[in-house]
Nanobody, 122 residues
């Protein structure tokens, strides 16, 4: 099983980034997919989740209206479009899978990627 995130980088406040997470080794289309982040020196924070069929999404209040999660089950990939980025969005962004909608119940996540760093700074 592999989850490989990409797309992170350094961006100025107000800018945009699109993260990708490529999955392999399991039936991608059967699982919820989520993005979880960790700011420097802080704990994990759930960001967003998408249903296995892609028809429903949920977001943390801190990113609602700025971030958009999507998935392409044909490509076994989940995305996170991040707009209007703020300094407080800085952190390591992980994608993770779960069998149910887990939000911040991090013990429920089955597979995790290695993370991609997002730094928002002028």
């Amino acid at each position: 099983v592999q989850l490989v995130e990409s797309g992170g980088g350094l961006v100025q406040p107000g800018g945009s980034l699109r993260l990708s997470c490529a999955a392999s080794g399991f039936t991608f289309s059967s699982y919820y997919m989520s993005w979880v982040r960790q700011a420097p020196g802080k704990g994990l924070e759930w960001v967003s989740s998408i249903w296995s069929d892609g028809n429903n999404t949920v977001y943390a209040d801190s990113v609602k209206g700025r971030f958009a999660i999507s998935r392409d089950n044909a490509k076994n990939t989940v995305y996170l479009q991040m707009n209007s980025l703020k300094s407080e969005d800085t952190g390591l962004y992980y994608c993770a899978t779960s069998e149910r909608l887990a939000y911040s119940d991090f013990y429920e996540y089955i597979y995790w990627g290695q993370g991609t760093q997002v730094t928002v700074s002028s």
